[in-house]
């Protein structure tokens, strides 16, 4: 159980354009999904705590207008990267918080999108 | 919340135990002691998690001594497929952002 998706996997695209990342919890209900960044050979980077029906809080220094976060239902959160230019090219990682695992805090962790700006 | 400090990197041998410290002076009441395992290119894996004393699952211990300000992962008998960084991580229970810290680097050499 609690097995948290993404898609895409990778994703590559031209300078400028947007790019959609959904992050799916399979069999829970994620009522806080986080968004990371990751930098090749670097730790995780939080960017934003998204919850449910409400507006995603940003970490400081993340801009909200270029990364945009939906959490509109218990099972969906996502990640628009607007405009996108080469610097934001990373591996992208969105996590899950259930309110009924017995671990509390235990976030489960998406299988991560590479996104790579041309 | 509380600040985290670990080894960069350590290496081991295949059938060693392998034991991580992480350092966390500033730990609060409140907070709970979580390491997670991640590989290239992939999501972080939960590996343990405890408050106190020892806890022991089936991939690893963790020991906390009386005072919190440190905890210690213990991988038994590591593999080659053991390599991986792995992050200490301490926060509060009830959905409270995590932060990660730099990591360690274990890689296990035949």
């Known amino acids: 159980g609690a097995v948290v998706s993404q898609h895409p996997s990778w994703v590559i695209c031209k300078s400028g354009t947007s790019v959609k990342i959904e992050c799916r919890s399979l069999d829970f209900q994620a009522t806080t999904m986080f968004w990371y960044r990751q930098f090749p050979k670097q730790s995780l980077m939080l960017m934003a705590t998204s919850n449910e029906g409400s507006k995603a809080t940003y970490e400081q220094g993340v801009e909200k207008d270029k990364f945009l976060i939906n959490h509109a239902s218990l099972t969906l959160s996502t990640l628009t990267v607007t405009s996108a230019h080469p610097e934001d090219s990373s591996f992208y990682i969105c996590?899950?918080?259930?309110?009924?695992?017995?671990?509390?805090?235990?976030?489960?962790f998406g299988p991560g999108t590479r996104l790579t700006v041309l | 919340l509380a600040k985290t400090t670990q080894p960069i990197s350590m290496d081991s041998y295949e059938g060693q135990e392998v034991n991580i410290t992480c350092s966390h002076n500033n730990i609060a009441t409140n907070d709970y002691i979580t390491w997670y395992q991640q590989f290239p290119s992939q999501g972080p894996r939960f590996i343990i998690q405890?408050?106190?004393t020892k806890v022991t699952n089936e991939v690893a211990s963790l020991f906390i001594p009386a005072d919190r300000k440190s905890s210690t992962l213990s991988l038994p008998r590591v593999s080659l497929s053991d390599t991986a960084v792995y992050y200490c991580l301490v926060g509060p229970t009830g959905g409270f952002k995590t932060i990660f810290g730099a990591g360690t680097r274990l890689f296990v050499k035949a």
């Open positions: 996590s899950a918080l259930s309110q009924d695992n017995p671990i509390y805090n235990e976030q489960f």
């Open positions: 405890g408050y106190k």
